[in-house]
T-cell receptor, first 110, second 113 residues
Framework: EDQVTQSPEALRLQEGESSSLNCSYT??????LFWYRQDPGKGPEFLFT???AGEEKEKERLKATLTKKESFLHITAPKPEDSATYLC???????????FGTGTSLTVIP | NAGVTQTPKFQVLKTGQSMTLQCAQD?????MSWYRQDPGMGLRLIHY???????DQGEVPNGYNVSRSTTEDFPLRLLSAAPSQTSVYFC????????????FGQGTRLTVV
């Protein structure tokens, strides 16, 4: 069964303490892996799309990487404003639907 | 641009009542979708549309109805509300089905008592 699994469920970091979030997927024939950020009480906001193993994308303190089975979202020297839930998603084989992971809730403590 | 606009932001319904959640987008996207988000369950697809006049079921369609008469609007109807439909609902749109980034609305927090 196709699925997307994110870990850890929650992560607390001190400001400046770098770490990584994981998204593993089992969908066959990957047609892109998407990362979103969701702030409390708001809808998810798009961050990155990765299409092939070895691809990397960066935005400020965030860097997303992709292998054949998983993606990592690396957070370098995080700040309190990076606190949010980070979601990953992959399209189904038909491309008509997304599978979403349950997210990682990140808290960065000043 | 307003992006994706959902109304209302909050709603309380009694069991058995019906209502419509509104969703409109101004980006001329063909693909629109409705999700519900529950703690520990992630975002689950209710219904989606690949264009005006075309709709299809997602993972959790029971108890919900949709129609797509225009490119801009994609309302979600709750036929007879049940406490199990208490959730946060998100509407989203994208340029090319689920193959490009989705733009989400701000959400509707629905409580069924």
């Amino acid at each position: 069964e196709d699925q997307v699994t994110q870990s850890p469920e929650a992560l607390r970091l001190q400001e400046g303490e770098s770490s990584s979030l994981n998204c593993s997927y089992t969908v066959s024939g990957l047609r892109g892996l998407f990362w979103y950020r969701q702030d409390p009480g708001k809808g998810p906001e798009f961050l990155f799309t990765l299409y092939s193993a070895g691809e990397e994308k960066e935005k400020e303190r965030l860097k997303a990487t992709l292998t054949k089975k998983e993606s990592f979202l690396h957070i370098t020297a995080p700040k309190p404003e990076d606190s949010a839930t980070y979601l990953c998603a992959v399209p189904t084989n038909t491309g008509n639907q997304f599978y979403f992971g349950t997210g990682t809730s990140l808290t960065v403590i000043p | 641009n307003a992006g994706v606009t959902q109304t209302p932001k909050f709603q309380v319904l009694k069991t058995g009542q019906s209502m419509t959640l509104q969703c409109a987008q101004d980006m001329n996207h063909e693909y629109m979708s409705w999700y519900r988000q529950d703690p520990g369950m992630g975002l689950r697809l209710i219904h989606y549309s690949v264009g005006a006049g075309i709709t299809d079921q997602g993972e959790v369609p029971n108890g919900y109805n949709v129609s797509r008469s225009t490119t801009e609007d994609f309302p979600l109807r709750l036929l007879s509300a049940a406490p199990s439909q208490t959730s946060v609902y998100f509407c989203a749109s994208s340029y090319s089905r689920a193959l490009t980034e989705a733009f989400f609305g701000q959400g509707t927090r629905l409580t069924v008592v």
